[in-house]
């Protein structure tokens, strides 16, 4: 269900809904804000400015029609998510017998 | 069952008993580990309702939470006074929106909860009814209803709903300067002319009832306070809260030169809590049933915002469509 088709409220306003990403500085990835309404993507950037980087919390925003992502489906949590399971020597931690060999 | 699930797509459960069982199962462990539900999480009707409402009635006070504020930014004594105001009002206007954010990940969009609002059959903080009549009481709001605010917003950054709790980090990281800019009026009002320090009092008299109350009714007559702490949507009781601020302002009210209007507060060694004077709980429920001093005035101020922002969303609609249709035919 998407909440943006069953908007029946006031004002005549029925603009579509952003997804704020933020980069914080320089050599960090945008990482998801929140989000907020505006009618097209110029209007949500400024918006995501004045909503999201009053003090200086941005060095870049991104703003991305939430329609527009597509997720992993949350019922199928386990599945979808399994394969690495029983995996454990992907990590470097499996690997007990070099322990205290130094720089390894 | 859908299978886009961003934060706002919320998920319709509808494939029976056995999904509703897995889900409830699934939560139950989630909620018993002290992780996070998010939106597209099977979810308890009840438990989505309890937070729309707490989310929403918390959106809906930072946002009637302007106008006390906001009518006397005009008035403000000099221009960094004045710069300091519109910045915190600005904030309050930013808490609203991440809060109607976070509510509308449960489902509830947006215009409906602004509806409910104008219509009057919203709640908001009883707080907000109250008038501000003095620039002292810019004062007192800062440091006792922001104070207040913080106390029983710091606990909700741990909230079991993943939006919520993520907005109240962003918000509470703002409230501080809120606090203390209002506690430095009072203080140098207290240090001014003795007009000015008993114009101080004054306000800290008026509002300091009315900022305990801002921590709920007493844990006897809590209707959802159980449910919520058995959620961890709510980590400490109304009580618990209320104590706690006491116990911090009793301190700071001294570096104000000030004194707070509550003879009967004192520290009680056995409980290790701060014990205050009785509540005005009448006054409460006569507020909260819209009946406070301000009541009228904030909800027409607000239908009024609303219709006089009308042409600039109409224009705002507009611009972009005929801008769409010149990208299209460019
Ligand atoms: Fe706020
Ligand atoms: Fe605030």
């Not at chain 1, 933020?22 to 004045?50: E, K, T, W, Y």
């Not at chain 1, 703003?63 to 029983?86: L, M, R, T, Y």
């Not at chain 2, 319709?12 to 897995?22: L, P, R, V």
Request: glycine share 8%.
């Amino acid at each position: 269900m998407n909440t943006e088709d069953t908007q029946t409220g006031s004002g005549g306003a029925h603009w579509p809904l952003w997804e704020i990403f933020v980069r914080s500085a320089r050599g960090l990835s945008h990482v998801h804000a929140g989000s907020l309404h505006a009618p097209d993507a110029d209007m949500a950037l400024r918006n995501a400015r004045d909503l999201y980087t009053r003090r200086n919390e941005g060095v870049s925003l991104w703003v991305v029609p939430a329609s527009a992502i597509i997720a992993s489906d949350p019922d199928a949590k386990g599945e979808f998510f399994e394969s690495p399971q029983g995996k454990d020597y992907r990590h470097a931690t499996y690997y007990t017998k070099s322990e205290g060999v130094k720089h390894l | 069952m859908a299978t886009q699930d961003s934060d706002h797509h919320a998920v319709a459960n509808a494939d029976g008993d056995e999904t509703a069982a897995a889900g409830q199962a699934y939560f139950d462990k989630i909620i018993a580990a002290d992780s996070r539900i998010e939106p597209p999480d099977w979810m308890p009707d009840g438990y989505r309702k309890t937070l729309i409402r707490q989310i929403s009635q918390h959106a809906h006070s930072e946002v009637i939470g302007m106008q006390p504020e906001g009518n006397w930014i005009g008035r403000a004594p000099s221009l960094k006074r004045k710069a300091i105001l519109m910045a915190k009002v600005q904030d309050e206007a930013g808490h609203g929106l991440y809060l109607y954010s976070a509510a509308e990940t449960l489902g509830i969009p947006r215009d409906v909860l602004n509806d409910q609002l104008i219509a009057g059959k919203a709640r908001y903080s009883s707080i907000f009814n109250y008038p501000a009549r003095s620039w002292a009481d810019m004062g007192a709001i800062g440091w006792l209803v922001d104070g207040a605010a913080i106390c029983n917003q710091v606990p909700l950054c741990r909230a079991s709903f993943g939006p919520y709790g993520r907005a109240m980090v962003r918000v509470c990281k703002e409230e501080s300067f809120h606090q203390r800019q209002g506690f430095e009026i009072l203080l140098e009002l207290a240090n001014g002319t003795p007009a000015q320090k008993q114009m101080a009092q004054d306000a800290v008299d008026g509002l300091y009832a009315p900022a305990l109350m801002m921590f709920g009714p007493p844990d006897s007559d809590s209707a959802h306070s159980s449910q919520s702490m058995a959620w961890n949507i709510k980590r400490f009781s109304n009580d618990e809260l209320r104590q706690r601020f006491v116990g911090m302002i009793v301190e700071q009210v001294k570096v104000l030169g000030l004194t707070l209007p509550d003879d009967d507060i004192r520290f009680n060694e056995e409980t290790g809590k701060w014990e205050y004077g009785e509540l005005d709980w009448d006054e409460f429920n006569e507020v909260l049933a819209g009946r406070g001093p301000c009541n009228a005035q904030r909800l027409t101020r607000r239908r009024e915002a609303h219709e006089n922002g009308a042409w600039v969303r109409e224009a705002a609609t507009a611009y972009a469509a005929e801008k769409a249709k010149r990208e299209q035919v460019a």
